[in-house]
């Protein structure tokens, strides 16, 4: 049986409990080495591209009904999205102390949740939490990707456009299917892109397009630098 959410009446009744009194791990790790980089690969660029606008949380739990301690029921999902929240530290997300659900999530397929996060879970997403958008992917089988927003208190699908994207309208940006190498893993990796098609970068990729610039710059002032001083011979010369 599905959890049942808090009523908004109950609040002021119970005294609930807050993040530091509810279990934060149970001690499962990530399905396997690629999945916990695939959910890296999604969280890290997003939380920088949102910078204190939102929370990006991953593989944590969500409480969102008391009834979830009574039957130890805290599965979390892979990639969640806030916003209009602060950007802080958590150890887990909860519902009546937050004041909201997540925005978006993410959740990254295995042949052991393949079958409850798209029926299950999906159900409690638009049921119990009202998440804005769900999307699902298999690190091991790109083209088991899926999308679906609420609309009318019902999830529907969410048409890829043309480029083969899946486009988040809470964010506006694009989910896309990326062939490339990530943390020594050549294969297609799920990744944020803006509309214009540029990818959220990743840390590294950041830092090498920071020193990228940084030696253009450079270069950039040898040969002006070499340009006025061959000016100023010229200039030398004629005197």
Known sequence: MLNQALEPGWLPQLSLPTQDDLPSDDGVPMETERHKKQMDLLIYPLTSWLKLRAYVGGNMFIYYSVKQVRYQDFKGPDVFVVLDVPNRERKSWVVWEEGKSPDLIIELLSESTANYDKNEKKQIYQNQLKVSEYYWFDPFNPDDWAGFELQQ????PIIPDAQNRFISS????????????????????????????ELLPTPQEARDSETQRANMEAKARQLAEAEIARLQALLAERK
Do not use: D, F
């Open 153 to 156: 208190s019902c999830y529907q």
């Open 170 to 197: 809470r964010l506006k940006l694009a989910l896309v299917r990326w062939y490339g190498i990530y943390e020594g893993v050549e294969t297609i990796w799920l990744r944020w892109s803006h509309l214009n098609g």
